[in-house]
């Protein structure tokens, strides 16, 4: 079974994803009460359609992307006092951080305030952070 989604690939936004399976499994997941709250509108259908012939450019130029941003974060993280980024995530769209002299939700409310970049928290571990990556500013 495989899947896969245009919201990373292309861009948040599209909410257009896919499953490679058996088509026993694929009947099975369809049949599922929950199944029509999953499906993508016409809309994002028809643009992921038009983009699909050029996703391996696209993915390519989005790459070079995530890689700026990725690199720009895990910088200006380094920089911050007691925010250690634990590695330099190898894909994927956010980074994870442990927190060294402070809490979680100390740091939520240093973001609220502007001191630090907007994060979000480990679910019940308050030594933990993440962040999605962003553009640098200009």
Do not use: Y
Not at 43 to 67: C, K, N
């Amino acid at each position: 079974m495989t899947l896969g989604s245009f919201s990373k690939t292309i861009w948040d936004a599209l909410r257009v994803g896919w499953l490679r399976a058996d088509r026993r499994v694929i009947r099975q997941l369809a049949s599922h009460p929950m199944a029509p709250l999953v499906d993508a509108s016409p809309l994002d259908q028809a643009i992921a359609e038009h983009l699909l012939p050029q996703l391996t450019a696209i993915v390519a130029v989005r790459r070079g992307i995530l890689r700026e941003r990725r690199d720009h974060l895990f910088d200006r993280l380094r920089d911050l006092d007691g925010i250690e980024p634990v590695n330099r995530p190898q894909g994927g769209l956010s980074q994870w951080c442990r927190l060294e002299r402070r809490s979680s939700a100390r740091l939520v409310v240093d973001a609220a305030e502007g001191h630090v970049p907007r994060v979000g928290v480990g679910a019940g571990r308050t030594e933990w952070a993440w962040r999605r990556f962003r553009p640098p500013r200009s």
